[in-house]
């Protein structure tokens, strides 16, 4: 486990990458991509369960989700946490899908 302190100092890339390149071994036959909501900081995303403190920004997310995207190994992705109760304009909704099409884009 890495925490969010730990990721901004090696940076988001190199964790993902490392991360990625782990995962690049012949006794793994893929591996999936579960994103909770609530690791966005709470300023940014909260139509979450359990906000947390100095979460993630969103380009650390993009930046963090790409290499794992982007590695042939990855057979899968899911989002959770996000309630849209706790977002009655959509907007928390609308960054975190612009999250995750931004990482695919560019994976």
Do not use: K
Request: charge should be negative; proline fraction near 9%; aromatic fraction near 6%.
């Amino acid at each position: 486990m890495t925490t969010v302190g730990e990721l901004r100092e090696r940076g988001a890339d190199t964790v993902a990458r490392t991360t990625a390149e782990s995962f690049e071994t012949p006794q793994l036959d893929g591996f999936w991509v579960h994103l909770d909501a609530d690791v966005l900081d709470p300023s940014v995303m909260p139509a979450v369960d359990s906000p947390d403190p100095d979460g993630l920004l969103p380009d650390e997310l993009v930046t963090l989700l790409r290499p794992l995207l982007a590695s042939p190994r990855c057979v899968g992705f899911n989002v959770t946490i996000y309630d849209p109760d706790l977002d009655p304009e959509g907007t928390a909704g609308a960054l975190l899908a612009d999250a995750v099409v931004a990482a695919f884009a560019q994976s």
